[in-house]
């Protein structure tokens, strides 16, 4: 399988962006979004299981950050709204044969896209 991550840049605090992840090649579990941030470890974001569309947020983040899917495509999107100082970051999207369980865990994704950098100024 093959990621590729697109629509990073600048945006001001309060501001809203989509990330995209375009995926192409085998068959995959889940598509996993993380980030990280300097001098920190990277940090799960939210996902989505393949066949059934179901997403999974963490829990800090949760009601700001939405994740969806375009079969046609086979692409996920992540629309990141109300955007803070914290939230800058590259984002990477994953992919691999997670289950469900381990849908959280970095460690279960075995495909990584390059990753985007999301800047938010105030």
């Known amino acids: 399988v093959q990621l590729q991550v697109s629509g990073g840049g600048f945006v001001q605090a309060g501001g809203s962006l989509r990330l995209s992840c375009a995926t192409s090649?085998?068959?995959?579990?889940?598509v996993g979004w993380f980030r990280q941030s300097p001098g920190r470890e990277r940090e799960f974001v939210g996902g989505?299981?393949?066949?059934?569309?179901?997403?999974f947020y963490a829990d800090l983040l949760k009601g700001r950050f939405t994740i969806s899917r375009d079969n046609a495509k086979n692409t996920v999107y992540r629309q990141m709204d109300n955007l803070n100082l914290e939230d800058t970051a590259v984002y990477y999207c994953a992919a691999g044969n997670v289950i469900y369980s381990s849908r959280r865990n970095r460690n279960a994704y075995t495909t990584w896209g390059q990753g985007t950098e999301v800047t938010v100024s105030s």
């Open positions: 090649g085998s068959t995959f579990r889940a």
């Open positions: 989505i299981m393949w066949s059934t569309s179901a997403t």
